[in-house]
């Protein structure tokens, strides 16, 4: 088993470390992170600059971009071999509903399974890094609990969001959909010290829907949202009206 790990706080993170640690002996770890916190980044990928990779005194490789970067890199730059797992993480507060379009933690696993592999993407349902221990050992149990009985058909992606509890790593399981947030709050705008206008973009929005079997529902009771997630954003639904509305089949 060889697992390549990543993350969106950047390589210096303590969510990382615990994943990190929390992997040992599962097999080879491989990381890849960012240089720094690139947290909002989506599935984005550096184009129009050269990426430079650095090794710090752990071990880990930390990389000049983003979370996608960073898997991309590791899967095709002939630096590791190929890994039979992506897992990402753990962030530093909660990826669930909407925040998945724009999660750098969500995305780096997304590469993973863009490549054919199994990924698993981690968060903490609050900021600051409380009970990160718990959260650890929930997702080693986790993977554990995958590796020891994966899905027949593959590969697949899994948002898992821990409640920051003392006791998570004892809260119930749920497999869940997303939910969906208003939208974000209006932009701030500041004026810089030259007197230019700047914006901040700004918080998001509350959650609208968080009914029975969301990812939101689930962590506000105390549980381990796991929600299977799919790249396939085509809405099969409204295909007859559209063939419709082009008078086609």
């Not at 079997?213 to 099969?236: C, N």
């Amino acid at each position: 088993m060889r697992i390549l790990i990543a993350n969106d706080d950047g390589y210096l993170a303590p969510g990382l470390a615990a994943l990190v640690n929390a992997c040992e002996g599962l097999g080879t770890l491989d990381v890849f992170a960012p240089e720094r916190n690139a947290s909002g980044t989506s599935n984005s990928l550096t184009l129009h600059q050269p990426l430079m990779v650095h090794t710090a005194a752990n071990g880990f490789h930390f990389v000049t971009g983003t979370p996608s970067d960073c898997v991309h890199l590791a899967l095709t730059s002939g630096l590791i071999p190929k890994p039979d797992l992506v897992l990402s993480g753990i962030n530093n507060g909660a990826n669930m509903g909407d925040d998945t379009l724009y999660s750098g933690t969500v995305a780096a696993a997304t590469e993973g399974y863009l490549f054919g592999i199994p990924a698993i993407a981690f968060s903490l349902t609050d900021k600051g890094w409380a009970h990160l221990d718990a959260a650890a050992r929930v997702a080693r149990r986790v993977i554990e609990s995958v590796l020891a009985r994966p899905p027949a058909t593959g590969p697949w992606l899994l948002n898992v969001n821990i409640p920051a509890i003392p006791e998570a790593d004892q809260a119930p399981w749920h497999v869940t959909r997303l939910g969906r947030r208003h939208a974000s709050r209006p932009a701030i705008a500041q004026t810089n010290p030259r007197g230019d206008p700047i914006y901040w973009i700004g918080p998001a929005g509350e959650a609208r829907e968080e009914g029975d079997g969301t990812d939101f529902q689930i962590t506000r009771d105390g549980g381990v949202s796991i929600t299977p997630l799919q790249v396939d954003m085509t809405d099969h639904g409204s295909m007859p009206t559209w063939h419709g509305w082009l008078g086609v089949k």
